[in-house]
């Protein structure tokens, strides 16, 4: 099992960038799946984009596409969510999570057992 914290959240205006770091604990941390998730107020937590624990295959939401990346560095047991051209819409808690199934990779969050506490992403028009 991999625990999770994310930093990096805050306060931007639309067209800015956000940056959020996802520091995970653990000797597993290569082998897991690292997803991030974000909830609206009032909305089901949705699938926003994952990276492979070896870093070769990555997905991401149809709404995100083209602005936002999702990498790591294991060498800092760390995933990152590169956030651009941020709008209204983006606004958010956002979560990252790992899947711990060893070779699964999976934008299901019901296949995510690890979770990070959240961060709050807002953008301001």
């Known amino acids: 099992q991999v625990q999770l914290a994310e930093s990096g959240g805050g306060l931007v205006q639309a067209g800015g960038s956000l940056k959020l770091s996802c520091a995970a604990s653990g000797r597993t941390f290569t082998l897991s799946t690292s997803g991030w998730f974000r909830q609206a107020p009032g909305k089901d937590r949705e699938f926003v984009a994952a990276?492979?624990?070896?870093?070769?295959?990555?997905a991401y939401a149809d709404s995100v596409k083209g602005r936002f990346a999702v990498s790591r560095d294991n060498a800092k047991n760390t995933a990152y969510l590169q956030m651009n051209s941020l709008k209204p819409e983006d606004t958010a808690v956002y979560y990252c999570?790992?899947?711990?199934?060893?070779?699964?990779?999976?934008?299901?969050?019901?296949?995510?057992?690890?979770w990070g506490q959240g961060t709050q992403v807002t953008v301001s028009s």
């Open positions: 999570a790992a899947d711990n199934t060893w070779g699964r990779f999976t934008t299901n969050l019901k296949m995510y057992t690890s």
């Open positions: 990276v492979a624990g070896n870093g070769e295959n990555t």
